[in-house]
């Protein structure tokens, strides 16, 4: 079983609409969980963090559900420039981060 | 943010040569420095995580007589890729660790003629 599994989509989605990724993790003793945007061809940058009483930026929030290894990110009023592939990221203890494959999300106008 | 930055960003080189890639952490200390590879289409995988002053200890699978890394400084890293083959051209991606932020490179694509 892959330590971090998202649908690699692509999702399409008209501009304005609201689209929601899903992504679970293997390891349970994972202590932190991310959400990274990644551009083609281009380093992932944090969009947000994730915390188990869920958490809120702007058109962005994200959930984390422990006790099913899941987190979620919901963008609400999508914008063309959201176009993008999504890395659901997790780390346990002092490693590096392990990546999910992304989502790619495409906003249609 | 922190900064963090690589060089060069693209290189093309032979088969059989090396390629050395430099990882630098701008405006912060980075006790942690790692390594990451991605090939199209693929997850971000890591390669090795880099400790300032110590060896670096790399994931199963990455040969480490192969994928050299020193780690001389709290602001540099090096990634050198020995005798290089075609299989090797990736997007190879530095990341620098803050307190409990990881701030990444802008990559370097390497392409392995």
């Known amino acids: 079983r892959k330590e971090v599994e998202q649908d690699p989509g692509p999702f399409n989605v008209p501009e304005g609409a609201t689209v929601a990724f899903n992504c679970t993790y293997s390891n349970s003793a994972s202590q932190s969980f991310f959400w990274y945007r990644q551009d083609c061809r281009k380093e992932p940058k944090l969009l947000m963090s994730v915390y188990s009483s869920g958490n809120e930026d702007g058109r962005f929030t994200a959930q984390l559900n422990r006790a099913s290894q899941y987190i979620s990110l919901l963008i609400r009023d999508s914008k063309l420039s959201d176009s993008a592939t999504y890395l659901c990221v997790v780390r346990g203890g002092a490693d590096g981060l392990t990546f999910g494959k992304g989502t790619h999300l495409i906003i249609q106008p | 943010g922190a900064v963090v930055s690589q060089h060069p960003s693209r290189v093309i080189c032979k088969s059989g040569t090396s390629v050395k890639i430099e990882c630098r952490s701008l405006?912060?200390?980075?006790?942690?420095m790692f390594w990451y590879r991605q090939f199209p289409k693929q997850s971000l995988m890591l390669m090795a995580t880099s400790n300032e002053g110590s060896k670096a200890t790399y994931e199963q699978g990455v040969e480490k007589d192969k994928f050299l890394i020193n780690h001389a400084s709290l602001t540099l890293s090096t990634l050198t890729v020995t005798s290089a083959h075609p299989e090797d051209s990736s997007f190879y991606i530095c990341?620098?660790?803050?307190?409990?932020?990881?701030?990444f490179g802008p990559g370097t694509r390497l392409t392995v003629t």
């Open positions: 405006d912060f200390q980075a006790t942690t």
């Open positions: 990341s620098a660790r803050e307190v409990y932020e990881q701030y």
